[in-house]
C-alpha cells in the first residue's frame, strides 16, 4: 500500500499590539497573574469591545506580505460556549467574512502553500490546571491569568498541502520569521505567542483517511516529532486494519508521542451570529497605506543571505534568525570582507555567545562595525580582531579596548624601524639566512611579533624582512 | 417644577439646592411603600452634595444639571454603587466602573439619589420580575408602573429624583413612563452612548430619559446624547431645531394600529388626543405592514443576543458564587439564579441561534426587521412624524398578567421602533379615571431634537 501524509495549519498568533485587542490594557508588562485587566477584558456587565487599530493595521500587513485578498470591508462574530478562561461566554472573532482571504506563502523550497483566511479575534484566559493532566475535567483547582484574555491574535489557516512532517516544521519556521521580520509578532512557540494546530490524516492509495487534529506543540522540533509520531501511528492502524478515531490529540514532549484528548464532537454548535456591539471593519485606502510601515520581509532577507553565502541551506538559516541576520547585514554593509564576516558572525559570535549566555541583541551594532573598520584600515590583525569580539560579547568598547590594551597595529613605519631593530640585534641569524637558510626567516617573523605585541599582521612582517634581508 | 424654572428661582433666591434635596428626601419615605429603589445614598451624602451645588451656584458656577436629583435604573454602572439588575446573580455585585452617562451625569453637576428597581435584567414589562419584589405605581399602589424601568418611572411619578435614566430594548422606558403618567424617551439608536448599561438585547438596547415634562427630558437629553469612543456604535447626531421650530406638520396615523386589539378606555382617551392634534396638524394614514409581525421577530432578535450577553453569569470572576466541586456544576448553579423569564429568554434565544434552527429564526427575524426598516423610510417620505398609543393597555394590577405572552403584549406599540433604531417619546395623552394614557410619537432616525422639540411644543400649548 502506498501512504500520503497530508496535513493543513491552523495557526494562532499573538499580535505585538502595546493594547489588547478590545480594550486599552497592556499587552506587556509585570507577569503577575491579573495585574493588566480591566472590566472590559474580564467581562464585566455593561462593557463594551473597541477595534484596535494597530492589530487591524498588523494583520493587513501580513496579508500584504501573503498576496492576499483584503477584505474591504469584513465582520465580527460571536463564538458563543462556557469554559472558564472566556470571561463573556464568547470569543469576538471573525466568522463568515475574514478581513484576509486567499493569499499564498511561499516557501525557500519554491513549494507555494495556499493560504485560506487569516482572521482577527482575541485570547482567551491562560488557565492552569492543577492535579490533572492539563485537562479541565478531574482538575483540582483551575487557576486563571487574564492578563493573556484579549490578546490580539491573528488566526492563519493554510490549505491541507503540506506532504511531510518536515515540511510542515520549515514552513512554521519561514512563518515565524516572517512574522518577525514584519515586526508584528515575536511569534516564539515555547510561551504561546504562535500555537499551532495541525489536522494530519495519511493518505491510503490514494484515498482519503481518517483525520486527526493535533495540539500542543512547542516548538518546531516538538512539531517534527508529534508529526512523525502520528504519521506512523496511522501507518500502523491502516496495516493492522485498526480503525482510526476523529479525535483532538495532544503532543506529549516527555514521551515523545501523542495522546488522545477529546473526540471532535461533529455536532459542535458554536452559535455564530453578527457582534451586535461593533460596526462593520471598514478597510480604508489610508489603512492599507498605513499598514506598510510593517515592511520588513524575510524573503528579501533570505535573498541577501543567498547573495552572500551562495549555498540555500546556510543562506536559509541565517535569514531564519533575524537578529543574526541583522548583524550580518551590518557588517558586509561597512564593508566587511564576506568570509571574515562568515566567520565572524556563522561561528565565533554564536560561540561567544552562548558560553556567554547572551543574545544577538544584546550586541552593539556599531561596536562590531568598529572591528571591521580597523580590520580594513589594517590597523589589527585577525587574532585582534578575534579578541575584540569577545570584548563586544562582554559588553566592552572594543575601540577604546584595543586602545588601552596597546593593540592596535603600529602602521608601515613603525614595521619598518621594528624589523631593522631585529635584524640589527641578531646578525648572526641575518648572516644564516643569506646563506641560504631561510627556515630562519619564522624566527625573525617571531621576534618581530613580539616586539609589536601582535599587532602586526604576520604577513607584512615577512614581506618586509624579507624585502630587507635582500637588500 | 421644570428644571429650566429651579434654575430661575435659584437665580431669584427663591430657592436652594438644598431646598430641592430637602424635597426629594420628603418624598423618598414614600418609597417604603413603592419599592422604586433598590438601593439609596445616605441622605447625609445627597445633602452635602446639594450644599455642594448651591456653593457652586453662589461662586458663579452653572452648570446644566447643577444639584439636580438624578435616579439611575440598577442595570446602569455606577462606580462603587452595587449594580444588581434585579437579579440574584448579581446581588453582591458592586460596578468598577461609570457608565459614560453617568460620568456624563456627574460632570453636568446631577445629584445621584439612587438605583432603581427593573425587570431582571430588564426583562419584562411590570417590574414583578426583579428578584428583589415589585415597585408599585405611585398613582395607585395596587398596579404596577410597567417594566421593565418601573422604578425609574415610579422614582420620577412620586418626586424621589427629577430625571432618572432607564433602559429601553423594547419599550421599557416609554411603557412605563406611559403607567405612571410621565414623559419617558428613547434617541435614536447610537445617539447615547451603551458604555456602562449592562446588556440585554445589544442592537436594541439604548438607555432613555424620565422625566415628569419634556423639556426636561430635553435638558437631560442635550447633557447625555453624543458619540462615545467606549462605544462603537455611538454616533454624534445633528443638533437642533428649537422647541419653537420643528417644521413638523404631518403626522402619520398608523393603518394596521385599529386591528391590534386597543382597551376601550385606552382607545378612547387617545381617539380625544389625536382629534386635538388635528386641529394643529394634518393627520395622515400610513401603512407599516409589518408592524405586528415586528413582535415576533423581536423575541428571536432580543433572547438571542440576551443569550450570549448573559453567558458571562457563570460565577466565577464576579457576582454571586456558589460552593460547586466542578467548574460545569458552579456554572449551573450559579446560572440557576436566574429568575423564570430570564432561563425562559436564554432558553429561546439558544434554541433560535442553533444549528438548523437559525436560518428559519434568528436569520427570518433579521430579514423582517431590514423589512421594518424600509416600512418607516417609506412612511417617513410623506409624513414627519408617527403617532400611536404607548400601551395597547391601562396599568394593570401587580400579579394579574401571569401568561408570559400577555405580557409580551404590552410592547406591541414600541418594539418596532427599537427594531428600526428610530427615537421614539411617551407623552401624557390623557386620563381615564385616575389612570394615565400614553401617546407614542416615533420620528426617523437622529431627528431625535426634532422629536423632543415637537413633544416639548405640545407642552407649551
Ligand atoms: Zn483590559
Redesign the pocket.
Known sequence: MAYKFVAGLEIHVQLKTK??M????PTEGPDTPNS???????GHPGTLPVINKEAVLMTLALGKAMNARINRVSKFHRKNYFYPDLPKGYQITQYDVPLIEDGVFVMITGKKVPIRRIHLEEDAAKSVHIGSSGRLTGSQQILLD?NR??IPLAEIVTEPVFESPEEVAMFVEELQATLRYLGISDAMMENGQLRCDVNVSVEVDGKEGTRVEIKNMNSTKAIRQALSFEYERHVRAYEAGVQLQVETRTFDEQSGETKAMRRKETSEDYRYFPEPDLLELHVTDELMEEANKYNGSFHEAYKDALTWLGREKEARALALNKEQFSVFKALVTKGGDIKYVSRAVLIELPNMLSEEGKSWDQLNESHLSSIIDLLTQGKITMAVARELLWQTVRGNDPLEYARSHGLLNAGATDLEAVVADVLAKNPDVVEKYKKGNTNVLSFLVGQVMKQTKGTAKPDAVREVLIKRLSE | MKIGDIFERRQRGELTFQSIMELTLNNLEKDELLHAFLYKRPPEELMKEAQQADALWDQGIRKPLQGIPVAIKDNICVEGLPCTCGSKILENYVAPYDATVVKKLKEAGAIIVGKTNLDEFAMGSSTENSAFGPTRNPLDTNLVPGGSSGGSAAAVAAGMSLLALGSDTGGSVRQPAAFTGIVGFKPSYGAISRYGLVAFASSLDQIGIFAANTMDALLGAFVLFGKDPMDSTSTEIPIGPEPSQHNVRRIGVIKELSSLGLQPDVERVYTQFLNTLAKQYELVEVSIPHWEEALAAYYFVAPAEASANLARYDGVRYGSTVEANTYWQSVRMARSLFGDEVKRRILLGTFALSAGYKDAMYDKAQALRQWLIYEFNEAFRTVDIIVSPTTPNLPFPIGAVSDPVEMYKCDLFTIPANLAYLPAISVPAGFTGNLPVGAQFIAPRMQDYKLLSFAASLEVR
Open positions: 493594547s489588547k478590545f480594550c486599552s490594557c493588566r485587566v480591566c472590566p472590559i477584558c474580564l487574564f484574555s484579549g
